[in-house]
Antibody
Framework: EVQLVESGGGLVQPGGSLRLSCATSGFTFTTYSLTWVRQAPGKGLEWVSYISSSSSTIYYADSVKGRFTISRDNAKNSMNLQMNSLRAEDTAVYYC??????????????WGQGTLVTVSS | EIVLTQSPGTLSLSPGERATLSCRASQSVSSSNLVWYQQKPGQAPRLLIYGASSRATGIPDRFSGSGSGTDFTLTISRLEPEDFAVYYCQHYGNSVWTFGQGTKVEIK
């Protein structure tokens, strides 16, 4: 069974830092690209960051570029999101998700349950 | 940057009725990269439809997707109680991932 489990969320003051982790199991980690997607309370989904299977390609949404850093450890089947200079607008549930290419199409197929990040003084 | 606009914002229907959800792109997009997700309260999104019209594994055939260019549609032929949820369309292109704002399908 495929599992993605996020951790590291919590309450942080504006300007502070937080490190999220995504532990995975049940699939061949080294062959999957991974992403972070967030959802502010009562709002829609927003893509945050992407990392390829070998970490050779990384992308960020403009809203987090320069403040967030994505990484992965293929030996530990895990992914991280280092979040610095946090703002109130970063408050959201953060999901990790696999990014799959199949039959010429791309999609998020497996998702974690999410971890809540609250940025507030 | 492509913007996806979903309509209506909320759809109030009864079980057994047909639901038709729209997703309009600000410019023509590849159907291969148009995806639909379902999200229930307190849960992660679930993949429904990829490539605009292909059902994901385990998705009932009452769900169907169609469209091309700028206009895409998710249809639920007969609503079951478990189908009341929020639905998002999503597109990937040029290293940018975009979601629509969602359509809530609620019980009338």
């Amino acid at each position: 069974e495929v599992q993605l489990v996020e951790s590291g969320g919590g309450l942080v003051q504006p300007g502070g830092s937080l490190r999220l982790s995504c532990a995975t199991s049940g699939f061949t980690f080294t062959t999957y690209s991974l992403t972070w997607v967030r959802q502010a309370p009562g709002k829609g989904l927003e893509w945050v960051s992407y990392i390829s299977s070998s970490s050779s390609t990384i992308y960020y949404a403009d809203s987090v570029k320069g403040r967030f850093t994505i990484s992965r450890d293929n030996a530990k089947n895990s992914m991280n999101l280092q979040m610095n200079s946090l703002r109130a607008e970063d408050t959201a549930v953060y999901y990790c998700a696999t990014w799959t290419r199949y039959s010429g199409s791309y999609f998020f197929d497996y998702w974690g349950q999410g971890t809540l990040v609250t940025v507030s003084s | 940057e492509i913007v996806l606009t979903q309509s209506p914002g909320t759809l109030s229907l009864s079980p057994g009725e047909r639901a038709t959800l729209s997703c309009r792109a600000s410019q023509s997009v590849s159907s291969s990269n148009l995806v639909w997700y379902q999200q229930k309260p307190g849960q992660a999104p679930r993949l429904l439809i990829y490539g605009a019209s292909s059902r994901a594994t385990g998705i009932p055939d009452r769900f169907s997707g169609s469209g091309s260019g700028t206009d895409f549609t998710l249809t639920i032929s007969r609503l079951e109680p478990e189908d009341f949820a929020v639905y998002y369309c999503q597109h990937y292109g040029n290293s940018v991932w975009t979601f629509g704002q969602g359509t809530k399908v609620e019980i009338k």
